[in-house]
């Protein structure tokens, strides 16, 4: 059974740097045909794709975000990492790491989430 | 960057024919694919590669892209079937490609 699992702080204030962990279990980091990638949701709106990873370490991320993102893997751990940095009240959202095809890209398994707030 | 466009809501009957539409500049030539998120769940897939249904995924949902404008269809609707839609696509046209692109969102109400 494929889970991803998605682990981080509830609360962050702004300026600081958010860091979230997405644990992965049923594949493998190194599985060639895919990947893993990093969603978010503010409140009452709309999804909203941050970054992605491949088994060979190809990232790719949003335009818009580009500078504050940065995503990694740890396949010993089964473990994809995501940091934002100066985190804003307007980046108060719910946080998701999904399976990626990489043959058509579509995210075919989703973790739960994990909500962020940030206030100071 | 591209944009995908969906009505904000629809509302259709129980066991009549929902129809979601997402539009975009020549979607047709892409690979869409839809998500179905209830209230407090994360989203899951329901359509890929414009028509196909992983498995589990009841055969009442069903796909099509042409043109400008992907469709997702839900017959038979059930109450079960009430939900936020949202259709993805990989762009990779643009100088600056968003790479992957969310639609807007439509909310289906079975009344």
């Known amino acids: 059974q494929v889970t991803l699992k998605e682990s981080g702080p509830v609360l962050v204030k702004p300026t600081e740097t958010l860091t979230l962990t997405c644990t992965v279990s049923?594949?493998?980091?190194?599985?060639?045909?895919?990947?893993v990638s990093w969603i978010r949701q503010p409140p009452g709106k709309a999804l909203e794709w941050l970054a992605h990873?491949?088994?060979?370490?190809?990232?790719s991320y949003s335009t818009s975000l580009k500078s504050r993102l940065t995503i990694s893997k740890d396949t010993s751990k089964s473990q994809v990492v995501l940091t934002m940095t100066n985190m804003d009240p307007v980046d108060t959202a719910t946080y998701y790491c999904?399976?990626?095809?990489?043959?058509?890209?579509?995210?075919?398994?989703w973790g739960k989430g994990t909500t962020v707030t940030v206030s100071s | 960057s591209y944009v995908l466009t969906q009505p904000p809501s629809v509302s259709v009957a129980p066991g009549q024919t929902a129809r979601i539409t997402c539009g975009g500049n020549n979607i047709g030539s892409k690979s869409v694919h839809w998500y179905q998120q209830k209230p407090g769940q994360a989203p899951v897939l329901v359509v890929y590669?414009?028509?196909d249904r992983p498995s589990g995924i009841p055969e009442r949902f069903s796909g099509s892209n042409s043109g400008n404008t992907a469709t997702l269809t839900i017959s038979r609707v059930e109450a079960g079937d009430e939900a936020d839609y949202y259709c993805q696509v990989w762009d990779s046209s643009s100088d600056h490609p968003e790479n992957y692109v969310f639609g807007t969102g439509t909310k289906v109400t079975v009344l």
């Open positions: 990873i491949f088994s060979n370490d190809e990232k």
């Open positions: 999904a399976r990626i095809n990489n043959y058509y890209y579509y995210m075919d398994v």
């Open positions: 590669d414009d028509s």
């Open positions: 049923g594949f493998s980091l190194s599985n060639a045909r895919m990947g």
